[in-house]
């Protein structure tokens, strides 16, 4: 499934790349076409992880482009975004999911906001943080006693106005 594409969230991803790197992108190409050959994808990377993409290629063919996007989505993940938030190297470069990529890069600032060593702009909604609960014997063995509208409700249930099959007719 494709979803489809939100000039603001590319926008807002967009924004978020420029005050990482500190230098303005040419908004003037479009959102795919910019993120294309993974070369400011690996820079923002860099900035994030000082070293982590050895080596970006800024000239070749597709293959030696496509290896830049392939060096980002493994820095993603090992920066902390999930494995299914992770766009695939076609879904940028064939552009088959481009609301995929955007998604990967909100993901990527979520995760930024829960990293004590960025410092960076926000990006999207923080990420929730462990919430663990205490319950004390007594209040578990209550629980035991709640049935849960999961199992549905018999208030208001009755058979009335119930047909089944063709009514009985009796003929003398």
Same mark, same amino acid.
């Given at each position: ?25 040419? &908004?003037?190409?479009?959102y795919?076409?910019?993120? +294309?050959?993974? @070369?400011?994808?690996? $820079?923002?990377?860099? *900035?994030?992880?000082?070293g982590?993409i050895?080596?970006?290629d ?11 996007i ?9 920066w ?29 600032? &979520? ?7 960025? +410092?960076?702009p @926000?990006?999207?909604? $923080?990420?929730?943080? *462990?919430n ?27 058979q ?8 009985r007719?009796?003929?003398?």
């Amino acid at each position: 499934m494709v979803l489809k594409r939100d000039p603001q969230l590319e926008s807002q991803a967009l924004d978020w790349i420029e005050a990482n790197l500190g230098e303005p992108l040419d &908004r003037k190409k479009p959102y795919d076409d910019l993120l +294309k050959d993974g @070369i400011i994808l690996c $820079k923002l990377m860099n *900035k994030l992880m000082p070293g982590c993409i050895k080596k970006i290629d800024t000239k070749g063919g597709g293959f030696a482009l496509m290896q830049n996007i392939e060096r980002f989505q493994a820095a993603a993940k090992q920066w902390g975004v999930p494995a299914n938030e992770v766009f695939q190297t076609v879904d940028l470069w064939e552009k088959k999911n481009i609301p995929q990529v955007t998604l990967c890069i909100h993901a990527m600032g &979520r995760v930024a906001q829960t990293r004590p060593d960025y +410092k960076g702009p @926000i990006l999207g909604p $923080k990420m929730a943080e *462990k919430n663990e609960r205490q319950f004390t014997e007594a209040q578990l063995l209550e629980a035991k006693n709640t049935v849960s509208l999961q199992y549905g409700t018999n208030t208001g249930a009755n058979q009335s106005g119930i047909n089944m099959g063709k009514p009985r007719s009796i003929m003398d």
